[in-house]
């Protein structure tokens, strides 16, 4: 190999190395009601905790997956969106109750019923909701939604400063980013993006998925 080429190569490896996101140490998402991954349709999806949208797609979600049974995993991440103040929080959050999951339930039971929290106060911490708050002002108002499932608010908000959870909120964003997730909601069956929205009702994503379960393979939008 000339001088030339040795250099580029090792140019290239370094873009490599430095491009790698943090591996996780278990894989990420949450599934809902411990779906099997032996299930003919999975159902991939993700959502930003502050974002109107997903706040819409999510009952709807629960439906498709309540529909199916064991024919269909349903697997949620937490994606937030940049331009979201309050969102990465919202994200911490997760990682907080996933960690330490609410008495009785999963961590990733955990996880979703965080979720469900979030949307249903969605208004109250939204940026439009904090414009006049400072950061800790911000942390506390979404801490104080955890004592809804037991939690110690100020302990809460102290572990929303954790570089621990904060880093697997980061690990998990930029997953999202890895697989071309640019927006919320933002869904995959298995594992190719699918384009529909939050507008998506159970009747339409039936008429996908049973399409998908009688063996028709489809390269059209419904």
Known sequence: ??????????????????????????????????????AAIHMDVYLDLACPDSKAAFPVLKQVAD??????RLKLFIFPLPYHRNAH?????????????????????SVIMWAQTLFATQAQWSDLATKGDNLSQIQMKIASYSSVHGYDVKAFQQNLTSSEYD?????????????????????????????????????????LIDSLLNGRTLYSNI
């Open 67 to 72: 529909n199916y049974g064991s024919r269909l």
């Open 1 to 38: 190999m000339s001088a030339v080429k040795h250099i580029a190569a090792v140019l290239l490896l370094s873009t490599v190395v430095l491009a790698q996101i943090p591996i996780p140490t278990r894989p990420l998402g949450v599934v809902y009601k411990n779906a099997s991954s032996s």
């Open 167 to 207: 880093l697997g909120a980061r690990i998990e964003w930029k997953y999202g980013c890895s697989h071309g997730v640019a927006g919320t909601p933002w869904f995959f069956i298995n594992g190719v993006n699918v384009a529909a929205d939050a507008s998506w009702s159970l009747s339409k994503w039936k008429t």
């Open 89 to 109: 929080l919202a994200a911490i959050g997760s990682k907080i109750v996933h960690g330490n999951p609410i008495p009785g339930h999963s961590a990733d039971e």
